[in-house]
């Protein structure tokens, strides 16, 4: 209760000091699904507020990322900004420039906020940037028409199969669609779906090796090639992201789709709640019966940054705080996003669709922590913000296998595979060369159990 009043009165001092240096304040984000959400429980009580209006801005992930890296050398970008990249490239963001720091201390935020916050994530050099607002999820559920599905299989295998069964081609229905325009969703999918079958995501933290390539990954990337080859996938996968690919499943032309949580959310906002009754959700189909995985998280990034283009930080910070309000969890949650990291307003939502609950539930059941390098040696930032990027990916390898860009898929694996431990053993170097104390044995935790949650108390016990 201290910690609420302390972040109230925090608030209304913030707000006394704003002043009318700004008219209004840009907000670019990536959740077209919660516009009016944040308009009616953000924007529009802090410009009854300040006086300050809100321009609002939305992008897809992959060019919200490409947008603001135009903006930096334009001087255009926005005050607010949702984050877009992935966990651990936040504090190359932070060198960088990208970002501002809120003008409030961690000890007056609400305790659950300050127990998600880590140093490289949502905190530099001793001040708060930002916070998560989103309980840690993935972005591997298998959502399904009930018209078409009346049951999920366990495994790959017999996913394959089902897949065959659902497709007519003269009828233009195909057993699944899938967003291969974007091929770091596609990464992400073909990786989770690998861990969830008792693999790893990129890290194998018992040696400290990059692993894209073992029999497990592999096995999962030939699902995807199969159903590829066998025609189960709609042919239109090639041209589309992840909002057209609800679109073929809203017009039955596809039985499955892959995707979050949000799911729900995304299906009611573009064509309305009638949809909902159609749908059900499953986890994600494993490798082999009865073998199941964690799903591994690094600690939260903050969900929306003050960007260094924001000319009035006590403003922005006023207007960020906003989104920790009970009202805001609630919101969340009746707009079917992703799940509010504020839980305990979950009990007060309403009109909340069961199968959004139930995706809710089974992304929980498969969540955990995985270890993390910077936490142990912040001095792993310094190999963070130096690595290149490594490209074909996983994702652009399926896309270019299946295009015929790319004609032996497995080679490809295993020089990705080689290349992204080449690049970090280079950028570990290349930061010891410049005076960092790191080494590749940061990426190793003699004490990690694959599959099991790498909680915080674990790190205390390597020193």
């Known amino acids: 209760m201290k910690k609420m009043v302390a972040l109230l009165l925090a608030v209304l001092m913030l707000g006394t000091l704003v002043t009318a240096q700004a008219e209004s304040m840009s907000w670019w984000d990536q959740f077209l699904n919660l516009e009016e959400t944040h308009k009616n429980v953000i924007w529009d009580p802090f410009t009854a507020e300040t006086g ?18 135009l903006a930096m050398g334009t001087d255009q970008g926005p005050a607010v900004m949702s984050y877009a990249w992935g966990a651990n490239e936040a504090v190359a963001k932070y060198n960088n420039g990208y970002f501002a720091p809120l003008t409030i201390a961690k000890e007056d935020l609400p305790e659950y906020v300050q127990n998600t916050l880590a140093d490289g994530y949502t905190m530099f050099d001793g001040e708060v940037y930002s916070f998560p607002t989103f309980a840690i999820n993935h972005q591997a559920l298998f959502w399904y028409n009930k018209n078409m599905v009346s049951e999920v299989p366990e495994t790959l295998d017999e996913m394959r199969e089902l897949l065959k069964q659902l497709t007519d081609a003269e009828k233009n229905v195909y057993g699944i669609a899938l967003p291969l325009t974007d091929t770091g969703r596609m990464h992400n999918i073909i990786n989770y779906v690998t861990e969830l079958s008792g ?12 692993v894209f390539n073992d029999e497990l990954t592999k096995a ?9 080859e066998d025609g189960s996938v709609h042919p239109a996968s090639t041209t589309l992201k992840t909002r057209t690919v609800r679109e073929r499943w809203a017009n039955d032309e596809a039985a499955f789709a892959i995707d979050g949580c949000w799911y729900p959310g995304s299906i009611k906002n573009a064509f309305g709640a009638e949809y909902l009754s159609k749908l059900g959700v499953a986890a994600a189909p494993v490798v082999e019966a009865g073998k199941h995985g964690l799903v591994g998280a690094s600690p939260a990034t ?8 924001c000319k009035d930080t006590k403003a922005g910070t006023q207007l960020i705080l ?7 969890a609630i919101a969340l949650a009746e707009a079917m996003d992703q799940p509010p990291l504020n839980t305990a307003a979950l009990a007060n939502a309403t009109n909340v669709a069961e199968v959004y609950v139930e995706g809710c539930n089974i992304m929980a059941s498969q969540m955990g922590y995985r270890p993390e390098p910077q936490i142990r040696n912040a001095a792993v930032g310094d190999v963070y913000t130096e690595m290149l990027t490594v490209s074909p990916n996983v994702g652009d390898i399926y896309v270019g296998y299946i295009t015929g860009a790319i004609s032996d898929w497995e080679t490809a694996l295993d020089e990705y595979n ?8 280079r950028a570990i170097e290349a930061c010891r060369s410049m005076g960092s104390d790191v080494s590749r044995e940061d990426w190793v935790f003699a004490n990690y159990v694959r599959g099991e949650n790498y909680t915080s108390e674990k790190y205390a016990e390597l020193k």
């Open 418 to 425: 080689a290349a992204m431990n080449a690049e970090l053993d």
């Open 220 to 228: 999962v990337f030939k699902f995807f090639v199969d159903i590829w």
């Open 322 to 328: 906003k989104l920790l309000s009970d009202e805001y």
């Open 52 to 69: 300050i209006g809100v321009e609002y801005q939305n992008y897809d992930a992959a060019s919200f990322k490409e947008a603001f890296d």
């Open 199 to 210: 693999g790893v995501f990129d890290m194998d933290y018992t040696t400290g090796q990059y």
């Open 302 to 309: 903050g969900t929306f940054y003050m960007s260094s283009f």
